[in-house]
């Protein structure tokens, strides 16, 4: 959870503080993907939810990468700025506010079954939107991964 005792202040910390990831929250991805979730079928590669604002989410997702060493795309890239979700009052707003957003870059789907990396997720929405876009472009499945969950912690 965001901020909390632990990973979720690790993240905080990375996020606005050091606008770096630290190797221990890498390292506790992988053990996390790898011994707990083992995703079935496992992924074959990882891409980033895109942002205009920070490089942040892509440098982890890629770190991520090749300790598990699988190759990293950037399929994914944000051709519109838009206002940050945690700000859109409701589903049908959030919704809206992707619309056009963000596009696939269809020479760098890999195909397979992805892991889709970000840093915190709320409602969900942009993760949702990767994912449906992805699958168009031939992904197999996508698996979302987020370092911190916002949704309840009232932030």
Known sequence: MWRDAGWGSLVARGKYNEQTFDDELVEAA??????????????????????????????????????????????LIKVRDSPAQKGRQNSTQQVRNLAGAIEVVPELVIGGPVLLVDDIVDSRWSMTECARLLRLAGAEAVYPFALADSSNSGA
């Open 30 to 75: 992988v053990e996390l993907i790898t011994e707990t979730w083992q995703p079935d079928p496992a992924p074959e590669w990882v891409v980033a939810v895109p942002s205009l604002r920070s490089d942040l989410v892509p440098q982890f997702a890629d770190r991520l990468a090749d300790r598990l060493q699988l190759p990293y795309s950037q399929a």
